[in-house]
């Protein structure tokens, strides 16, 4: 039972995405911008797209940015429930679940994600982001060190560590070090 416990990460980044968007629709109109410091605004954007507006100008991006993180929340879900995984990789996958909730929910409801943190140099602007964002990449970020930290550790013990090359081809890496 105690492994759930990060489990409660899911309503709370929920929570704070959904007000956090709530404030920004409420209070901001449709583009309009509040300059904090040189590089940093707050912005009403709304991505029709995918990640950084992938995509958003064609007509099936609402839908497939919409049905495709519904089935990855469906397989987190199963993972974080089925698998007994270390509390890194248990976190990280919450934290990207937690994300996609937020901005699946978004898409059911408005059709469109909303984005309000816009970090730019000059007129280069990143695309704008929101917590849900947030989580994903957090929980990308921390997926991947905890991943490359179990590998390195394995060769450092020895072990056989079997990596999928981009072709698909499985290679064995560790004992062979010299």
Not at 58 to 81: E, M, Q, R, S
């Amino acid at each position: 039972m105690r492994r759930y416990l990060v489990l409660l990460i899911i309503p709370c980044i929920f929570l704070l995405d959904r007000w956090t968007k709530l404030l920004i629709i409420q209070n901001l109109s449709y583009m309009e911008i509040i300059e904090l410091a040189p590089f940093f605004s707050i912005v009403h954007a709304r991505n029709l797209g995918g990640a950084f507006g992938i995509l958003a100008g064609f007509g099936f991006a609402k839908h497939f940015f919409t049905y495709l993180p519904l089935l990855i929340i469906l397989a987190l879900v199963y993972i974080l429930i089925v698998y007994r995984i270390s509390m890194g990789k248990m976190l990280a996958l919450t934290l990207i679940l937690s994300g996609a909730v937020g901005n699946v929910y978004e898409r059911i409801f408005y059709g469109y994600v909303t984005d309000f943190l816009d970090f730019h140099y000059q007129n280069l602007h990143w695309p704008a982001f929101n917590v849900a964002d947030i989580a994903i990449s957090t929980g990308i970020g921390l997926w991947l060190f905890v991943e490359l930290r179990e590998m390195i550790r394995a060769r450092r013990a020895g072990k056989e560590v079997k990596v999928k090359s981009v072709k698909g081809e499985e290679k064995t890496k560790g004992q062979d070090r010299k």
